[in-house]
């Protein structure tokens, strides 16, 4: 990816022009740009092949974010996994969106119908009412998508999000995957110009691009309303050390009644550090997942 988008992105976003008063100005532009079409990727899912338990009466989906490849899955998750598969819960972990082995390198509402079509096949096969989501980054984007837009919200009764990129988001830490930092406009401001021309530069990017304000999925999602949904209890875990959402906390934590929104270094100072990967990893994340999953249900 590196060279050629960054350059592309430099030169994008350098088309714009602040004012002396201080305001950005987008440069003016050079004609319309046709949308990206973006595949829906392929489905990596497990056998359903345990059941609800006592202790754990919904099956929990666990959803990894885009930060690696299906091959890689096991062992970043294997912290999680473990933890809930050793508390008795019917524990399964879908992947959307595959595309060259990439998790959620698809179209998004694409992605939340592949996850609603799994989770009528968990519930049909295990006979439970619901079930529990466990998402990190580009994963709770699919989740709230399925939630709110596809109303999903009726078969969820938990949805616990790590590091997920949320309302509030900046785009800085998006731009400076690419190595751009410090632009001369914010990315908020840039991007609802850039995401049709940069969509072209890159698959990837244009995947990226559809949580761009003013897109269609960050509309559906995070526009006019709630973002969370009557009946699903909801927990975000944020790290201080997040250089993917950003600002760090303020991007990923909903605020709303009723939402339990932690920072990781304030709930455990004493903990090694972790940045938006590797909470997912850490087995605090662990343990605070539990809690969560233990709380009564709304």
Known sequence: MGGRCASVLVALTVGFVVTAGGSAQAAP???SVDP??????EVVTPPIDCSPTAAHPRPV???PGADGTTAETADQWSTVTSALRESAACTLVFQGGVVDGKRWAGDIPDESAQLAEFV???TDVTGADAVDIVAHSAGTVVSNYYLKVLGGAQNVTHAVFLAPEGRDCDGAGFLATYGIHNPPVTPVQALPFLS????HASPELAVALQLAPGSEVHTAVFGDGSI???GVSYSVLATANDEIATPAG???FITEPGVTNTLFEEAYPDAPAVDHSSLRSSPYAA???LEQLAAEAP
């Open 228 to 230: 969370t949904q009557p």
């Open 29 to 31: 532009s050079t004609g």
């Open 61 to 63: 989906i666990v959803l």
């Open 36 to 41: 990206v079409v973006l595949p829906a990727g």
């Open 250 to 252: 303020t991007c990923s």
């Open 196 to 199: 049709p021309l940069l969509g």
């Open 287 to 289: 343990a605070w997942i």
């Open 120 to 122: 009528t096949s968990v």
